[in-house]
Nanobody, 126 residues
């Protein structure tokens, strides 16, 4: 069974940093782009960024570009989201997800991803 498990969330002050991890199992991790999304209370799930199957390219939403970095370690079946200079508006539940199609490099919408983790809460205080 496909399983994605996020960890690393918590409470941090504005300007601080957090590093989220997503451990994957049950599928050929190295064949799939991985994405990060977030959802704040009362809002739709929002694309944060994604990384290609081989880690060769990343893409970020304008709201996090320059502050967040996605990386992956295919040997460990793990994808990371490093968040720097956090702002209160970054507060949300963060999810990792696997693309629906192998070797797909351009997925950016929730509908483009078929497997999701349980989410981890990130709270940024002012």
């Amino acid at each position: 069974q496909v399983q994605l498990v996020e960890s690393g969330g918590g409470l941090v002050q504005a300007g601080g940093s957090l590093r989220l991890s997503c451990a994957a199992s049950g599928f050929a991790f190295a064949n799939y782009a991985m994405g990060w999304f977030r959802q704040a209370p009362g809002k739709e799930r929002e694309f944060v960024g994604r990384i290609t199957w081989n880690g060769g390219a990343t893409y970020y939403s304008d709201s996090v570009k320059g502050r967040f970095t996605i990386s992956r370690d295919n040997a460990k079946n793990t994808v990371y989201l490093e968040m720097n200079n956090l702002k209160p508006e970054d507060t949300a539940v963060y999810y990792c997800a696997a693309a629906r199609i192998r070797f797909w490099a351009v997925a950016t919408a929730p509908k483009d991803f078929g497997s999701w983790g349980q989410g981890t809460q990130v709270t940024v205080s002012s």
